[in-house]
């Protein structure tokens, strides 16, 4: 985990460059290193008793507990580390006004929220992915401004929010949205090692530890206090590094050779360096600095829709610094790509000269690899070695007849997914285009960390989904889709709260509070207000939906030509489903029966990924698929109850297995209608003779029928279709 904890504490070093990404599978502690960082940060100063932690030297002049007076007394408090929950609401994240006193009283009674006690501080989300979008926008918004404004019902706060975003999730889970992500300035993969060694040294300091906490601690207080002390040092040099013009021309160079959009990319990556440098002992960047800092701050630009598999091409930037270098041959300024410092360890290395024994910091947690045994003797990292998996899972393959793929979202394939663009038809185009990328989906996989990408299918350029939403008004998380009373959108009403008020409503408030001002006295002055007064808005907005695709993947939908354009039509609806911030699910069927492919998830690329796996052939178990939809809805009404599902049954109508397939087929239509989901039957069939078999099942369903053709439109969305019977 070499790469998490030199990004880390690269950001502990400058806070400047944005904060950090953490993204790998479950279990590897990418939680437990995130919350060490806050005591290797230097302690903060502040005014006393400010609750918004505004800088003695540079107080805020629009602190809400301010103005301060100049000569106002300073405290010194540790850095804080504040843990932003996922399912928080908005008034705990920005805080709350005393709506009561504001109206009654004309009284500003603001509790500073998780912003204000992140302020120059460490603000972490864990399972980022899985923010709601409301609290997504109001972290864009104060990591823009640096500044959390609060404004309700006329009554308008606002104070100074800056911190170090760092951010934890797992990628089966879904991904970031585009413009979060960006708001990232580092991003790494981590994963748990493959090495028997390193595994038996984890799980025996976790006992150690769990038996032990405070000597645990106390064991490692040295070396933790060894890494503070270089952070602190690191700091004080920052000022003093010099980025010279050849740098420059090279982070140029690179971000240029990866077609990032706008400049954010190049001056993260330079001030990555500076703190690469300056974390090394060196007053001056080096191609080494440069490089290190390209591959913690370009792999998740890079990536420009949801099918875009993370990573960055090395020898790619290779090449660009080598172009970079051969442009300027003689700039003075230029150290030559392997001038490091006399004491330097190597790119991979986090940690400073003349530390532990790899040249990276002490022995221990704290050191360069992730944390050595204290004591034992033994190396147990590689500092080398892929954050990635190795490959070494299984093939993927069931036994069996219907050969269905097994392999879970995070699987990897022992390389098979690294194949030539002329086997998969493409050219040679760089990162530059759409369809560049598409070509180099197998060749430029590369993370940060190493290791290989999965095959993902990837829908034809400029073809897109016609929207379709459920019918009436769900109270369903917030999305981008269908109609539901959500807490944004428009006001259509007021209603008694329960529990905390959401948004007031203001005239509904004041005509419940007006009967009785008589009666409680009040002649003059400003309106009496009771709490049952207090009425709050019902908004419309749009919900997220679940949307299941059923998938008949037998022998009538074999033909080439077909599935090519079922998976490009389901690809642009998983596009669209990306976009409006649904969950996914995929079922297929055939042979005898049907599988889930893909439980439901907010990771479209791992959807994308089934379909590349997806095996067609055999007879049409139509009744078993029916079912297993049903089956599916049934879990997942218990697990999410408030995200209303949406059907997209992709099939011909044909049914021909098992006995009397029809009308099973009939029954366990009957038994999906039950349910009452909202279906769609996307139809198949092609060719001059049609059964119209796939419309006969839509009236079965009570649902829509809709031609495979008229779900995707190939150049920009329309008004949509219905889903209704």
Known sequence: MADMRLALLLNAVSPAIGGVLVRGEKGTAKSTAVRALAALLPPVRRVAGCRFGCDPAEPDPACPDGPHPVDATAETRPARLVELPVGAAEDRVVGSLDLEKAIGEGVRAFEPGLLAAAHRGVLYVDEVNLLHDHLVDLLLDAAAMGRSHVEREGVSVSHAARFLLVGTMNPEEGELRPQLLDRFGLTVEVGASRDPEVRVEVVRRRLAADADPAGFAARWADADAEIAAQVAAARRRLSGVRLPDAALRQIAEVCAAFDVDGMRADIVTARTALAHAAWHGRDRVTVDDVRVAARLALPHRRRRDPFDTPGLDEKRLDEALQRAQEAHPDDPDDDGPNDSGPNDSGPNDSGPPGGGPNGGGPAGPGGPNGGDSGGDGVDHCEPGRSAARDGTGPDGRADGVDDWPQRRPGDHDDGRSQRS?????????????????????????????????????????????????????????????????????????????????????????????????????????????????????????????????????????????????????????????????????????????????????????????????????????????????????????????????????????????????????????????????????????????????????????????????????????????PVAA
């Not at 998969?424 to 560049?436: E, K, L």
């Not at 998380?477 to 709260?497: I, L, N, Q």
């Not at 939906?545 to 022998?555: C, E, I």
């Open 421 to 721: 663009a002329d086997d998969r038809g493409g050219d040679d185009r760089g990162p530059g285009s759409r369809d560049g990328r598409a070509a180099a989906a197998g060749a430029d996989h590369s993370t940060s960390g190493g290791g290989d990408a999965q095959p993902v299918a990837v829908p034809r350029g400029g073809l897109t989904a016609r929207l379709l939403t459920a019918p009436g008004v769900g109270d369903g998380v917030p999305g981008r889709r269908s109609r539901a009373r959500t807490g944004r959108g428009r006001t259509t009403g007021a209603r008694v709260p329960h529990g905390r008020v959401a948004a007031l409503h203001l005239p509904a408030t004041v005509r419940a509070a007006a009967p009785h001002q008589a009666s409680r006295g009040r002649l003059t002055g400003p309106l009496r207000l009771r709490p049952g007064d207090v009425r709050e808005a019902v908004r419309e907005g749009r919900e997220g939906n679940l949307v299941l695709f059923v998938v008949d993947a037998s022998g009538s939908m074999g033909a080439r030509q077909r599935m090519t354009a079922v998976k490009d039509a389901v690809l642009a609806l998983l596009t669209d489903a990306y976009q409006r911030r649904d969950k996914v699910a995929v079922i297929a069927f055939r042979g005898t029966g049907a599988r889930t492919l893909l439980p439901a998830t907010s990771s479209v690329l791992a959807a994308s990924t089934r379909l590349t796996e997806l095996p067609t052939g055999g007879r049409t178990p139509l009744a078993e698929g029916l079912l297993a939809a049903a089956d599916l809805l049934r879990v997942e009404r218990l697990r999410d109850p408030r995200r209303r599902p949406l059907v997209l049954v992709v099939t011909d109508g044909r049914a021909t297995a098992g006995h009397r397939p029809l009308d099973r087929a009939a029954g366990a239509a009957a038994v999906l209608a039950a349910t009452g989901a909202p279906c769609v039957v996307v139809d198949c069939e092609s060719g001059p003779v049609r059964l119209n078999l796939a419309r006969r099942l839509a009236t079965q369903l009570n649902a829509p029928h809709h031609p495979l053709a008229a779900l995707t439109h190939p150049h920009a969305r329309d008004a949509g279709l």
